[in-house]
C-alpha cells in the first residue's frame, strides 16, 4: 500500500527557511518521479516542484523559481523541499505526490497524491 507522509511545515516569519519532507513507503521509490503541490485557503492546487526517479530532472512553478529546491534521497524513501526566502504568498498546505507511472512529467495530474500534507504558515 502506497503511503506518503509529509512533515516540516510550521510557522515562519517572511523571509524565512523550512524544509519539508515526505517519507514514502509501499513502493519502488526509485522507479517514481516524485512532486510538491499546496494548496492555499479558497484555492485550487497549485504545482510547486517534481523531480524524477533518478533526481537528474527537476522542475518548478515560477511563483518558487529560485526559492525552492527539491530533492530526494532514494536510500531512505524521501523527498525533500527546501523553501527559501519565504513569503506570505507561500501560505498553503503542501502536499508530496506519487507519479502514476515511471516516467518523467511535470504535470500536476501525472502524480498521486495521498499524504495528509503539511501547513506551511508565513507570516509575522
Known amino acids: 500500500q502506497v503511503q506518503l507522509v509529509e512533515s516540516g511545515g510550521g510557522l515562519v516569519q517572511p523571509g524565512g527557511s523550512l524544509r519539508l519532507s515526505c517519507a514514502a513507503s509501499?513502493?519502488?521509490?526509485?522507479?517514481?518521479?516524485m512532486s510538491w503541490v499546496r494548496q492555499a485557503p479558497g484555492k485550487g492546487f497549485e504545482w510547486v516542484s517534481g523531480?524524477?526517479?533518478?533526481?537528474?530532472?527537476?522542475n518548478y512553478g515560477s511563483s518558487v523559481q529560485g526559492r525552492f529546491t527539491i530533492s530526494r534521497d532514494n536510500a531512505n524513501s524521501t523527498v525533500y523541499l527546501q523553501m527559501n526566502s519565504l513569503k506570505p504568498d507561500d501560505t498553503a498546505v503542501y502536499y508530496c505526490?506519487?507519479?502514476?507511472?515511471?516516467?518523467?512529467?511535470?504535470?500536476?495530474?501525472?502524480?498521486?497524491?495521498r499524504g495528509q500534507g503539511t501547513q506551511v504558515t508565513v507570516s509575522s
Open positions: 523531480i524524477s526517479g533518478h533526481g537528474g530532472y527537476t
Open positions: 505526490g506519487k507519479g502514476r507511472g515511471q516516467y518523467w512529467s511535470a504535470i500536476l495530474r501525472d502524480y498521486d497524491y
Open positions: 509501499g513502493f519502488t521509490f526509485k522507479s517514481y518521479p
